[in-house]
């Protein structure tokens, strides 16, 4: 038997998708009564809904000043490629030797659906597409406690990223690629799985120059 989810967990789900496609930007105040008018859920649900998106560090509290979505910042940003290179790096590796050929079928047109969306420049598609990959690679390590590390931190990527290209046009080489990836993938090559991952997120994080003129 099966029940229904909590209002406080729906109205969190709502939420963070409004926080994730930047429906509510990075700064903007949060106000409780408001949010509960806008999702239909009563202030209760709402709230917790609110304090959950605080310790998932997407909502911030600030003492007499008030409660706002999570700017995203420099120092913020660089804990967040950190943690991905901590964490990806190992799905990379497990992912490698674990990967069945039903896996590596469906990985592949994932990748395809990516370097597809690169190829007309289409940035909201990659960012889709590029986090299903990151995603489906965490499902192939087999693995619940990294699976709860990385969710959040893959949330986290995808609100960055969509905050990058709000303010930029569309950029091909900010699109990249992961045919290194996949290639170790489909070779069962731990070693570089992993090492295909670490340049990865380095191209990635080098972009941050462009962001915060560093």
Do not use: K
Not at 97 to 121: I, N, P
Not at 187 to 205: C, N, V
Request: proline share 4%.
């Amino acid at each position: 038997m099966t029940t229904s989810p909590r209002a406080s967990d729906r109205a969190y789900e709502e939420l963070l998708a409004m926080i994730l496609d930047l429906r509510l930007p990075p700064g903007t105040m949060v106000n409780e009564a408001q949010l509960a008018h806008d999702i239909g859920f009563g202030r209760m649900p709402v709230r917790e809904a609110i304090a959950r998106l605080a310790t998932d560090r997407f909502i911030t509290v600030i003492p007499r000043r008030g409660t706002f979505v999570t700017p995203v910042g420099l120092e913020d940003v660089l804990e967040m490629f950190e943690a991905r290179e901590a964490i990806e790096c190992g799905v990379a590796y497990i992912a490698a030797r674990r990967a069945t050929e039903a896996d590596l079928v469906e990985l592949r047109g994932l990748v395809a659906a990516a370097d597809q969306a690169r190829s007309g420049d289409q940035s909201e598609a990659y960012l889709g597409d590029d986090h299903a990959i990151h995603a489906f690679l965490v499902g192939m390590a087999s693995n619940g406690l990294l699976q709860d590390a990385a969710e959040r931190l893959l949330q986290h990527n995808l609100r960055f990223w969509r905050s990058y290209w709000a303010t930029r046009p569309t950029q091909h080489s900010s699109m990249l690629s992961h045919a290194a990836l996949l290639a170790a993938l489909e070779a069962r090559d731990p070693e570089a799985a992993e090492q295909a991952m670490r340049e990865h997120i380095a191209a990635s994080r080098e972009l941050l120059q462009d962001v915060f003129g560093r």
